[in-house]
């Protein structure tokens, strides 16, 4: 069983070194598979968190609202903002495997949503907005022009120059191979929605192929690529070089990683915001979020992590905050870890929601160490799976709740894009955005 409380530490000085490491760790957990197809049929068990059956309900979560938070912690989370003293990571490499579509970021409705689509999206189901209604934005677009909106509103309530704030602001943005010229090419096209050239990082997440069995281990180079999930995508960023900038020539400056240490030094907190939220095109600054994250993380607390209470009623899947008495203290963990729990033993979900206050100890943390390494058979292939959110596992972690509690809204599947579209019609509606986005960045929309 994988304990990511007592993971192996990995190798991360560079893709070769990672690639070795997952070697070493298939040799050593699954020596004794005949091959992927073994290890398949008990991947449940493999993956199993070893203290599952002793797990009970989470013990001191944080809840936070208007009751519980004065307007001094909101005072203190505006203006990390306007300072630029929180790392905005935008995290756009994964394909919408689920609706079909390619890479998120490029994703635009009237373009890509024809009758067709829809008819296979939606099941039949009748949608009473159609996509061709819809200005021709892609979702990374709409994403990044929240994001400046909301900005420019925060700086003009503080009497700030909306410019300046932009220019303030730190952006990581994680894109794929197969999309990352497009993604860099709308930035440069959209004057990098008025955001710093130089600020904003990129890195594009390096796919692997799957490992086999001969009579060893092995890394199969003629099997599929596949991403090994976001949290190789976190390790990722402490690689030298991995991330780079857009330089005065139009070209790539790879960044070494003392360079984005001390940037993450510079910084009261890091969000890291999934590209498929949709509460997000409606309001990009979750002030009361970051403000608990910047108390909590004066408490000394390293990682803030979201959750909401399952319905008892319909009780759904999903990663699990529960108390660990071994341990002796809340844990997350991933469902593929649950083998099967019920979900009426899940009382309180994740929202997939992070926070890492002074982001340089967690990141610093990976870094050293790396994360748990659960794993997945694909199409006959052994691919390794970490998660982000084992942070958790290596630093101090707080559990939050909100008082007033907001429902998951993320455009995941075909049956979200009915939700997906009324919230980029509602964008479009708001008075002056269009116009605003216009002359931000100079193009015809």
């Known amino acids: 069983?994988?304990?990511?409380?007592?993971?192996?530490?990995?190798?991360?000085?560079?893709?070769?070194?990672?690639?070795?490491?997952?070697?070493?760790?298939?040799?050593?957990?699954?020596?004794?598979?005949?091959?992927?197809?073994?290890?398949?049929?008990?991947?449940?068990?493999?993956?199993?968190?070893?203290?599952?059956?002793?797990?009970?309900?989470?013990?001191?979560?944080?809840?936070?609202?208007?009751?519980?938070?004065?307007?001094?912690?909101?005072?203190?989370?505006?203006?990390?903002?306007?300072?630029?003293?929180?790392?905005?990571?935008?995290?756009?490499?994964?394909?919408?495997?689920?609706?079909?579509?390619?890479?998120?970021?490029?994703?635009?409705?009237?373009?890509?949503?024809?009758?067709?689509?829809?008819?296979?999206?939606?099941?039949?189901?009748?949608?009473?907005?159609?996509?061709?209604?819809?200005r021709p934005l892609s979702l990374g677009q709409r994403h990044m022009l929240q994001l400046a909106w909301d900005l420019s509103h925060l700086a003009r309530e503080m009497g700030r120059d909306p410019a300046e704030v932009l220019a303030t602001q730190h952006l990581l943005v994680i894109v794929n191979q197969a999309t990352a010229e497009q993604v860099v090419q709308d930035f440069r096209q959209s004057g990098f929605y008025g955001f710093a050239r130089q600020k904003v990082m990129f890195m594009v997440q390096e796919a692997f192929h799957g490992i086999s069995k001969a009579e060893d281990w092995f890394y199969d180079q003629d099997s599929p690529k596949r991403l090994h999930n976001h949290g190789q995508m976190l390790m990722q960023t402490t690689m030298d070089h991995q991330l780079f900038v857009i330089d005065d020539s139009g070209g790539r400056a790879s960044l070494p990683w003392s360079?984005?240490?001390?940037?993450?030094?510079?910084?009261?907190?890091?969000?890291?915001?999934?590209?498929?939220?949709?509460?997000?095109?409606?309001?990009?600054?979750?002030?009361?979020?970051?403000?608990?994250?910047?108390?909590?993380?004066?408490?000394?607390?390293?990682?803030?992590?979201?959750?909401?209470?399952?319905?008892?009623?319909?009780?759904?899947?999903?990663?699990?905050?529960?108390?660990?008495?071994?341990?002796?203290?809340?844990?997350?963990?991933?469902?593929?870890?649950?083998?099967?729990?019920?979900?009426?033993?899940?009382?309180?979900?994740?929202?997939?929601?992070?926070?890492?206050p002074k982001p340089v100890v967690a990141v610093s943390a990976v870094r050293e160490r790396g994360l748990a390494m659960p794993i997945a058979v694909k199409n006959g292939f052994l691919y390794f799976q970490p998660i982000q959110g084992d942070v958790n596992f290596l630093v101090?972690?707080?559990?939050?709740?909100?008082?007033?509690?907001?429902?998951?809204?993320?455009?995941?599947?075909?049956?979200h894009t009915p939700l997906a579209l009324e919230a980029m019609a509602a964008q479009d509606a708001r008075p002056g955005f269009l116009d605003w986005a216009r002359s931000l960045t100079g193009q015809a929309l």
């Open 396 to 415: 101090d972690t707080a559990f939050v709740r909100r008082s007033q509690l907001r429902p998951i809204r993320a455009w995941k599947s075909g049956v």
């Open 259 to 356: 360079d984005y240490r001390d940037i993450l030094a510079r910084m009261d907190d890091k969000i890291s915001f999934n590209i498929e939220d949709l509460d997000y095109l409606a309001m990009a600054l979750d002030l009361p979020g970051l403000a608990v994250a910047l108390k909590l993380g004066g408490q000394g607390y390293r990682m803030v992590m979201e959750v909401v209470a399952n319905n008892p009623d319909n009780p759904q899947k999903g990663g699990s905050c529960a108390w660990d008495p071994e341990l002796g203290r809340n844990v997350m963990i991933e469902s593929f870890q649950l083998a099967g729990l019920p979900n009426s033993r899940i009382t309180h979900l994740n929202k997939n929601i992070n926070h890492y």
């Open 1 to 134: 069983m994988l304990d990511p409380a007592q993971s192996t530490p990995l190798d991360l000085t560079d893709f070769s070194t990672y690639i070795a490491s997952c070697l070493e760790l298939a040799r050593q957990r699954l020596g004794d598979y005949s091959g992927p197809e073994a290890v398949a049929a008990d991947e449940d068990r493999i993956n199993q968190y070893p203290r599952l059956e002793g797990l009970g309900d989470p013990r001191d979560i944080h809840v936070f609202g208007p009751e519980t938070l004065g307007e001094a912690e909101i005072a203190a989370a505006r203006q990390a903002l306007a300072r630029g003293k929180v790392l905005l990571e935008h995290t756009c490499a994964g394909e919408a495997t689920r609706l079909g579509l390619g890479t998120k970021y490029l994703i635009n409705p009237p373009r890509d949503l024809t009758p067709e689509v829809m008819e296979r999206l939606l099941g039949g189901a009748h949608c009473q907005l159609s996509p061709q209604e819809l």
